[in-house]
């Protein structure tokens, strides 16, 4: 017998709130149930489409009839305080980025999720990407080694972010390092499989206006570095990212904020030449992501250039290997224009963790604790800016218990 489809109410019927409904419709054992904002005007249109009933606020979703899971789509300075109140109500919540606007505030609602019969899933849609997921399945199985080095460059678009936007006031974001830094401290925990110790980093002010660049240099166990620079500085088509990670005697370079295209290469031996070219049989298990639906353009393509070099010893950080076999190694889930179908489909795919946790008691991918750390190397980042020195990342005590916090 199947489970029972579990009922979704949206708090915060702006674009966002839109697009995670256009996201999630239709995917097995969810249905629509209430949409909600504080302009009804602007719920109305929505609960029109999705035959949902339309409310004015959290409360009233909450005593909606049929409403199992509640998805805030609100400005980050609400989200504390609204996951919270759905806990204790027993609801499950997906809670857009960042849970909260402090890592006290985030704190408080991890322990509430742990109390909670409902589960909470935190919309760090990277952790969901099915080309993040193979690069990090490339490093559990040893094809590639654990990053010495993460880097991240985002030259992200100020143009539609106003000077009375919310984005630019930190009492509503929390700051650039919170508001969208957050996905990538948590990329860099997933991909380096460690939390920072410590951090030091820069903010720069535009001439007479807001602080639209940042940069924060994490250095987490081991001597492992991962640089972070975010500027909200240009306009739309001018927009670029890349993530670098160097893994010694390989590097993986990744494009844009919801990837689409990898390249790697390596240095290998005989028989990692061999595993290399095997993966395009594998792209299937490799790009597996549970919820998000392939569109049939994914493809991972490699060739391996032997003999490319001598069959000396290479030694670099004194690790010293035969590697004579250059690799060069594309995953590509359709290039730039399948950005926005990656981008609905690892919502969609977030959507799936909840639900599968919620049946079977497991803890979620992007959960509360990893929303929490997040934030705290976030604040962290964001003091060591205003403060001009390097700032200890405070640990996070993970807690027990069979939703206590993934592994992942």
Partial sequence: MSSPSLGLGLVGCGAFGAYVLDSVAGLPGLHIAAVADADPQRAQPLGDQYAAAVRDGLDAVLATDRVDIVALATPPGTHAAMATAALRAGKHVFCEKPLATTAEDALRVRDEAVRSPGVLVVDHVLRYNP????????????????????LFENDAADQDLGPGHWFWDPAHSG?????HGVHFFDAARALLGSEPESVRATAVRRPDGPIDMV?????????????HLHSFTHAHRCERQL?????????????????????????T?????????????????????PGFLPHGDE?????????????????????????PHRVEAVIDL??????????AQSVRAAFAD???????????????????????????????ADTGTEQQVTPVRRPTGPRAGSTA
């Fill in 131 to 150: 080309l993040l997921r193979a690069v990090q399945r490339l490093i559990e199985e040893g094809l590639l080694d654990a990053p010495r080095r993460f």
């Fill in 175 to 179: 700051g650039i390092f919170v508001e």
């Fill in 215 to 227: 940069i924060a240099d994490a250095v987490h166990p081991g001597g492992v570095l991962a640089t």
């Fill in 243 to 267: 993530m670098r990670l160097d893994h010694g005697f390989a590097e993986t370079r990744i494009s844009g904020w919801i990837p689409t295209r990898a390249t790697i290469t390596a240095w």
């Fill in 269 to 289: 031996d005989e028989s990692g030449a061999a595993h290399w070219e095997r993966l395009s049989s594998r792209s299937g298990d490799l790009l597996n992501v």
């Fill in 299 to 323: 493809v991972i393509a490699v060739t391996v250039h032997r003999n490319a070099g001598d069959d000396q010893p290479a030694r670099g950080r004194g690790v010293e290997r035969v590697v």
């Fill in 334 to 343: 359709g290039g730039e224009e399948r950005k926005p179908y990656v981008y």
């Fill in 354 to 384: 909840l639900l599968r946790s919620a049946a079977d008691g497991s803890a979620p991918v992007a959960d509360a604790y990893a929303g929490l750390t997040a934030v705290a190397v976030a604040e962290a980042a964001t003091r060591a």
